[in-house]
């Protein structure tokens, strides 16, 4: 597999001399979902799942926007948003194929709710 990033430009492109001449976009510095995937496998063939389910995650994350990824991260935060805004952001997650990053968010909802961390009671 060739690494390459998010632009789809190969690893071996990418170079400081690059950046200082201005030829490199922020896209060519952002990772590619493929190449989070790829070092998933690499974790979790070395007995590091929870590595690997972490770059899977953010494989998926990799389809967000900054804006909309931190609007995600501070819904999730204690006593920020309630059950049904959470379970927006669920659906949101699934709708755009990012099933594992629902099912954290998921997991985030029974133990917020457990520990009263919701925004509704």
């Known amino acids: 597999m060739t690494l ?10 990418i170079t ?18 493929d190449t989070l995937r790829a070092q998933a496998e690499v974790a979790a063939a070395h007995g590091n799942p929870q590595l690997a389910a972490n770059l899977r995650r ?5 389809a967000l926007s900054d804006e909309r990824l931190l609007a995600i991260y501070e819904a999730l935060r204690p006593g920020r ?13 699934e709708e755009s194929g990012a ?13 917020g709710a457990e520990r009263g ?4 009671p």
Do not use: Q, Y
């Open 58 to 62: 953010a494989a998926e994350m990799t």
């Open 81 to 93: 948003s309630t059950r049904a805004e959470l379970l927006a952001i669920v659906a949101e997650l």
């Open 16 to 33: 400081v001399e690059r950046v200082v001449a201005g030829e490199l976009t922020a896209e060519d510095l952002r990772v590619h979902p």
């Open 99 to 111: 099933a594992t990053t629902a099912a954290m968010v998921r997991e985030a909802i029974a133990g």
């Open 4 to 13: 390459r990033a998010r632009s789809g430009r190969p690893v071996e492109e």
């Open 117 to 120: 961390l919701l925004a509704d």
